[in-house]
Each structure stands twice: as structure tokens, then as C-alpha cells.
């Protein structure tokens, strides 16, 4: 038995990623989507997400992949109507805004998932894994890609609450706070503001590990050619290489058998996210069988630091 | 049996406020200071923590009153040693490291407490009390002081972690997050920073209150002659003015009688902050005596998420 799910916001995320993952899927059927420019063939559209609510009581799960500011009311109104609720990361504009629609989950017996698609990139379950009884001597990130390439055209994220460079960052944010066996904190951060943008093209991050060793981040938007979503981590057992965002998993100079069934990333549409998604859906499934919710903020927790403590940095203006 | 305490960090904060707050208490008793800048008469002053922890095994409960940056050293190296911790207001330079110690604290089987001096104004109880029933038509919160006045010589407060304007608007926060009985968000804000500035002088914010009513703050850290810690709230049942950082209130244009004890306001330094402190020392006695912990971060998250969300303004440079 599927359980029926209507996907809002029909943007390059909802169609590169979200429906080919609930479309593969036999426990989800894409029931209908809400979006005020048109919808996909053969899939009932909704303009607003409340008509959809009040229109179709069959449909348990809602799936928002909108950008994070408008995010909140949507959740707001799916979970007033007693609807499962996942999350596309970031899963809002604030982080207490997520703690607000945890207890509205909680109150009203529903699931909510807060995802975060790079953590279940095939590599990361196994470099966590192996990190687990090693010693860190450090740990350096390195999340470079051009924004031109991977987010045409998305003017909110340059919007105040757009989050600028850390909508990938935060990424590599959700596999750090995945694989590390202790907890870290940001320590001084340099944000790089565009001078026509709200929110940084680039930034340098610095935590605080329990051992001392140093744990470093690079983000840069304005990278061409060659696109970098890496981790170099120095270890008592050597260096762990995590690469393409989580996909290439290199263990001192060894490249390490792929743990997922290669199936999994048949969509194509872009090879360093192939069944991220699909894996998101399968645990969405089993939080609402086992009446549970998943809302780990932490990845979000370390952005909100950065802005908090960073030193704020003008750079020359971004033009598209 | 009074319990002994170190006090860490001797600056005004510590001696207006903790220090007449601790020795007026039959349940403390200030043993020793921490300072590299000198302690105060007749105490036993150490220049570092350390030193202090291994030397003064009888000391049970460490209290930091440093800037937020360096305090997660000092309260990790607190805590290993199996002490209590009071934190100072905020209670950290990020939430992420209060998370970390609250897991250490709650490991080690001590008490950690952020205090929230405002929480403990007069008439704040009277306030979240007579609110409980109310439906809420607008909230406004006017938090202008003089910074030159309150922070001279800080110079702390103007870098990176300093939080600017927001070291005296968590205080607003503070009371916010304990007078309304539903949580609010932060929908927007606008941040104003001086050219030679890393933290602003100024803030406009505004929150999403779950009934629609406009909720808002205005902060400025630039006011000369009358000072302005208000919140002005009108509810259904018509208008609580909560003033003087919450020792005043006054519904419906009747002024309250104080509630709290005059006796407690005696030290006089500072009267809207007399017997503030007096309460959260003997908050913390209790904590230590019930082997609890109290970390409510809300307060810190609400300026993370301005931060986060925050529209950044350059203004005039500013010079003490």
C-alpha cells in the first residue's frame, strides 16, 4: 500500500531530484503539487497549498521544497490539517521557527522530517563508520562550486534569509555533524557579502574540536571549472578522502567499493545527488510507520553560528 | 551550610551585580575571583582558571562572567574539574557550544544554569501572568540605551561575537520568551553596522506571532537622556506597559504595586537591575539542590535567527 504525497513547489530541486525519487518509489504515489506556475503533466495542480488541503483529505504527506523563507506558513498549514510534513533543506528561514513546527508535529500526532539530502550521499554511513575509533588531527572542508551552474536564476538566495553560500555549505554542515563522533562549534567565521547581495558568495569557518585539532571550512560560489564538495581528514589511522559530496570515499590512497546499490541512481540527472533522495523517501516512510519525527537542527545550528559570530567582509558586486 | 563559589571575570557586570548579589546570600559564599586583571579585597584572586580549580577543591560552583567568546573554555574546564556553572548572560559566543556543555553538564552529573538576569525584573511574573488569558493584538518592544553610558570601555562588544546592540536586546528577548505563553519567530531584521564596527548599533525586528498580531522590536544602542527598556502590549484585556527593563508595569493605566521584595534592591548601583541578581543566585541553589540543570537557549536563538536573516546596513562609524 502507497501512501499518497503532494509535492509543493515545482522548482529544478522538485524535478531533478523529488519526483524521481517518489516516482521510483513503491511506497509513495505522487498524488498532486501545489505551485502557482504550473504543475507536471498528468499530476493534479494546485495554486495555493490550502485548496489543496481542503480539496484532497486522501493525500497524508506533504513534501515542501520551497525556499526557506515562505517555507514556515506552508508547514503551518499542512500540519493544521493533520498531514505529514517533510522538509527540503534548509527546513526554514530560522531555527526557531523549525522548534515551533517540531511541538505543532508533536501536538498533532503527525510525522515531520527535517532532511538533509547529502547525508545519505552513498559514502557517508562508511566514513562515519571508520571514524568512529580514530583520532582526529584535523579535519579541513572544502565546498566550492559555481552558483551560476547549480542555481540559475534562484534570486532568493541572495535574499536576506536565502543564505547565500551556505545553501550548499550547509551541506557539507549536515555530513560533518553525521560523521563526527563528538560535537563541534564554530569558533570565528568570515563572511564575504557581495556588495549588492544579502547574503555571502564566500566564507571561511573555523570550529573548535574536543581534541584541539583544527576543523576548517572553505565555501566559495564563484568557482568554475573543476567543482569541489570534499573533506581532508587527517586521522591516528590515516587520511579519510570524502569526495563529490559524499559519493567517492578514498581511505589512505585506497578508493573504497561504493556501499549502495548502483540502481539507486538511475534518474542521472545529476550524478552527485543519484539516491540521496530516494533513501530521504524511504525514511520518511518508515518515521510515519513508526509514528516518529526527525528533526536534527544541528547542521542549521552551525549556519546560524556563522552569521552570529562572523566577521562580515564586502566583495566586489554579483551580476548572474 | 552556604555553598562556595569563584566568580570568574572581575568587570562591572561582576562587581555591581554579582558580587553584592553573592555576599548578601546565605547560601553562597564568594571563595575566590578569577581575573588576570586583579581581584577585589580580602578573596583569593587566581590568574587563571586552572589554577584556581586544582588549588580550591572546595570550591563547588564556578560563576563566568566574561564575555561571551573565551566563556566556553572556562566552562569546559569548570565542568571537567565536577563543578557547577552559572553562565552569564548570553551564555555562550554560539548555541551550538551551549549545547555542548549542557551534554557535559548533564555527563558529568553537575548543574548548568543560563541565567537570564531580566527574566528575574520585578514585575516580569506579574506580566506572563496577566497575559495568560489574553488574546494579543500588538506587541512592541522599545530597547534604546546609551552605549557609551552601560558598556564603556568594552571594546569586546563592537567585535565579531560581541552580539553589538543584541547584548542588551537578548535581555528584551528574555522577557519576551517568558511573558508570552506561545512561541514566536523572526520574520525579519533589519541590522545596522557601523562602517568600524564587526557587530550593529541599532535593529528592527519583527516576529511571527501565531494570531497574526504584529510583534515587533526596535533597538538602539545610540540614545542619550531618557532610556527606553519597554515593551508596550495590548491584548484583549487592553494595555500592559511592561518599563525599566521590567520593574515597572502598568495595565490599563493603573501602575502595579511591586511584587517583589524592596529589601532586595539595597545594593543600589543599578536600580533597574536591583535584585535581579539576588534571584538568580538563590535559582541556582535551588538547581544544585534538586541536581538540575536549566538551559533555555530561545532567548540566544531569537538573535541567532536576526543574525541568520538579517538585511545588514552599513551606518556612521562609531567612536566611544
Known amino acids: 500500500m502507497s501512501m499518497k504525497i503532494a509535492l509543493v513547489g515545482i522548482g529544478k530541486i522538485a524535478i531533478d ?13 505522487l498524488a498532486a503539487t501545489v505551485s502557482r506556475h504550473g504543475g507536471i503533466e498528468d499530476i493534479e495542480n494546485f495554486a495555493d497549498i490550502q485548496t489543496m488541503l481542503d480539496a484532497r483529505p486522501d493525500i497524508e504527506c506533504v513534501s515542501l521544497c520551497l525556499p526557506p523563507v515562505p517555507r514556515f506558513d506552508y508547514a503551518v498549514a499542512a500540519l493544521k490539517a493533520g498531514r505529514h510534513v517533510i522538509l527540503e533543506k534548509p527546513p526554514g528561514a530560522t531555527v526557531s ?37 580514530k583520532k582526529l588531527n584535523s579535519l579541513r572542508i572544502i565546498w566550492k562550486e559555481d552558483v551560476r551552474r547549480w542555481h540559475p536564476g534562484q534570486k532568493w538566495i541572495w535574499e536576506a534569509g536565502g543564505l547565500g553560500v551556505f545553501d550548499p555549505g550547509i551541506n557539507a554542515f549536515s555530513i560533518l555533524t553525521k560523521i563526527l563522533p563528538v560535537p563541534v562549534h564554530v569558533t570565528s567565521a568570515e563572511l564575504r557579502f557581495p556588495e549588492n547581495c544579502e ?25 568554475e571549472g573543476t567543482q569541489t564538495w570534499s573533506m581532508i581528514i587527517d586521522t591516528s589511522g590515516g587520511e579519510l578522502l570524502l569526495e563529490e559530496g559524499g559519493a567517492k570515499l578514498t581511505i589512505n590512497g585506497v578508493e573504497q567499493a561504493d556501499s549502495t546499490a548502483l540502481a539507486e541512481t538511475e ?18 516512510a518508515n518515521l510515519v510507520k513508526a509514528a516518529q519525527s526527525e528533526m536534527d537542527l544541528s547542521p542549521f545550528m552551525h549556519v546560524s553560528d556563522c552569521f552570529l559570530l562572523g566577521k562580515r567582509v564586502t566583495v566586489a558586486p554579483f551580476h548572474e
Open 199 to 223: 547574503t555571502p558568495i564566500a566564507a571561511d569557518i573555523a570550529f573548535a574540536h574536543p581534541s584541539g585539532a583544527p576543523v576548517t571550512a572553505e565555501f566559495d560560489f564563484l568557482e
Open 97 to 133: 521557527e523549525c522548534r515551533t513546527l517540531e511541538a505543532m508535529a508533536l501536538d498533532g500526532g503527525v510525522t515531520i522530517y527535517a532532511t538533509w539530502h547529502s547525508r545519505e550521499a552513498a559514502q557517508v554511513d562508511l566514513a562515519r563508520d571508520w571514524l568512529r575509533d
Open 267 to 284: 534518474d542521472g540527472s545529476n550524478p552527485l545527488l543519484g539516491g540521496e533522495y530516494t533513501r530521504l523517501y524511504a525514511r520518511m
Open 17 to 29: 531530484q523529488h519526483i524521481p525519487a517518489i516516482n521510483s518509489s513503491r511506497e509513495w504515489e
